[in-house]
């Protein structure tokens, strides 16, 4: 079993629509969370951090743990076409010295 | 520049070649890490260095493969007698605290 679980999709929705990206992990020794976005041919880049259960918003983008569950999920309001992208999320132990990637999710946002 | 920096972008070569790999990290960051993305897959997590302490080196996936880290500063990522499997997308990362911030990667491909 992977330590990080994220359905790689593909995921497609119409502009406007609301979006859920999920992941699962099974370290309870996880404490900080990120997603990171990654376009075709770039490498990715910090989206969203937090290291708390609950929520963090930031414009469009709302990002929700639950340590309980051992559950993170990323929610993007009125999706835009240039959301499309390849959304990883991320887990870091409190002691540790690396991140812990999920697979990707892959999102088309069609205008 | 503000960013990481990678290269080559992008390297062919012929199996049982030497490559190296180079990243420049973002000035004054002390924490440079190695990824390795192959299609598909997630983030493979292949080597960090922090400040002057030894790298972890736990996730390299065989003794072909090496880098080293010269005055805190460039890194080199070296992998010997390449084979098919190892084409992939190698990426550099570095960072301060927990946010890591990637170069857009070098596109290894192996005949």
């Known amino acids: 079993q992977k330590e990080v679980e994220q359905d790689p999709g593909p995921l497609s929705v119409p502009e406007g629509a609301i979006v859920s990206l999920n992941c699962t992990y099974s370290?309870?020794?996880?404490?900080?969370f990120m997603w990171y976005r990654q376009y075709s041919r770039k490498g990715p880049e910090l989206l969203m951090y937090t290291y708390s259960s609950g929520n963090k918003e930031d414009g469009r983008f709302t990002a929700q743990v639950d340590k309980s569950s051992k559950y993170i999920s990323l929610f993007i309001r009125d999706s835009q076409p240039s959301d499309s992208a390849t959304y990883l999320c991320a887990i870091l132990e409190t002691s540790g010295s690396r991140l812990t990637f999920g697979e990707g999710t892959q999102l088309t946002v069609n205008p | 520049g503000a960013g990481v920096s990678q290269s080559p972008s992008n390297k062919v070569t012929e199996k049982g070649k030497d490559v190296e790999l180079r990243c420049d990290p973002i000035?004054?960051?002390?924490?440079l890490y190695w990824y390795r993305q192959s299609l598909g897959q997630g983030l493979e997590f292949l080597i960090y260095f922090q400040g002057n302490s030894a790298p972890d080196k736990s996730g390299l996936p065989s003794d072909r493969f090496s880098a080293e880290r010269t005055g805190g500063s460039v890194s080199t990522l070296t992998i010997q007698r390449t084979q098919q499997e190892d084409s992939a997308v190698y990426l550099c990362?570095?960072?301060?605290?927990?946010?890591?911030?990637f170069g857009s990667g070098t596109q290894l491909s192996v005949l």
């Open positions: 990362a570095s960072s301060l605290s927990e946010k890591l911030f």
């Open positions: 370290n309870s020794a996880f404490q900080y």
């Open positions: 000035s004054g960051h002390t924490a």
